[in-house]
């Protein structure tokens, strides 16, 4: 079974520092991943997928993701974070082996940013 | 402007009503489907369908029912049965396969008296 861990509930950085939200994950064939941003009382918004190719990728907003196959990671990263950016992030999985098209959420993690 | 429209934004019924949240998409996407979001728990799948007239349970699914008798709709009913149906519904759509991110309309918030 396909699963996502998000293992910060919160993460809390400063204006201009750089950000680093973390994602692992399990699959039984290859994974194709995403990063989704929520505000609040709002639906989610995409950010970027990894689906096959360079391990790092770029996405809206200045927001960029590394795929690490052999430590089964796809940290969501942005070099100089915003206030702007304080919402709740979500990275999901689709397994190419599982035989079905769901994709499954993490649980999400919070960001703050600080001014 | 194409999008994903879900109503009502807020809702609020009697214990024991049944009631139905709309979905509707002009994206053409092949694919819809409907989470629900608690605090902490992240989002869980309850209906997905792929193509007209056909749908799969997800995770969640019971207490609840779908149908997908147009492209563009995929309403959710959620029944007496589910125990506890307070939180936000989240409606989506994708153009399927694989490689496909899903869009998101605004989100469902029902609360049982």
């Known amino acids: 079974a396909q699963s996502v861990a998000q293992p910060e509930d919160q993460v809390n950085v400063a204006e201009g520092n750089p950000l680093t939200v973390k994602c692992t994950y399990s699959?039984?064939?290859?994974?194709?991943l995403f990063w989704y941003v929520q505000y609040p009382n709002r639906g989610l918004q995409f950010l970027l997928k990894?689906?096959?190719?360079?391990?790092l990728v770029k996405g809206s907003y200045g927001f960029e993701a590394e795929f690490n196959k052999s430590q089964t990671s796809f940290h969501l990263k942005k070099p100089s974070a915003l206030v702007s950016d304080s919402a709740l992030y979500f990275c999901?999985?689709?397994?190419?082996?599982?035989?079905?098209?769901?994709?499954?959420f993490g649980k999400g993690t919070k960001l703050s940013v600080i001014p | 402007d194409g999008g994903i429209t879900q109503s009502p934004k807020y809702l609020f019924r009697k214990e024991g009503q049944n009631v139905t949240l709309s979905c509707e998409q002009n994206?053409?996407?092949?694919?819809m489907y409907w989470y629900r979001q608690d605090p902490g728990q992240g989002l869980r799948l309850i209906y997905y369908?792929?193509?007209?007239?056909?749908?799969q349970k997800g995770d969640i699914a019971e207490g609840y029912s779908v149908s997908r008798e147009k492209k563009e709709s995929f309403p959710l009913t959620v029944t007496s049965a589910q125990k506890n149906p307070t939180a936000f519904y989240l409606c989506?759509?994708?153009?399927?396969?694989?490689?496909?991110?899903?869009?998101f309309g605004e989100g469902s918030r029902l609360t049982v008296l």
């Open positions: 994206l053409n996407h092949d694919a």
């Open positions: 990894y689906i096959t190719g360079d391990n």
């Open positions: 369908s792929q193509i007209v007239n056909d749908f």
């Open positions: 989506a759509s994708s153009m399927g396969g694989h490689t496909g991110e899903l869009f």
């Open positions: 999901a999985v689709r397994d190419t082996g599982a035989g079905s098209y769901q994709l499954t």
């Open positions: 699959v039984s064939g290859n994974p194709y």
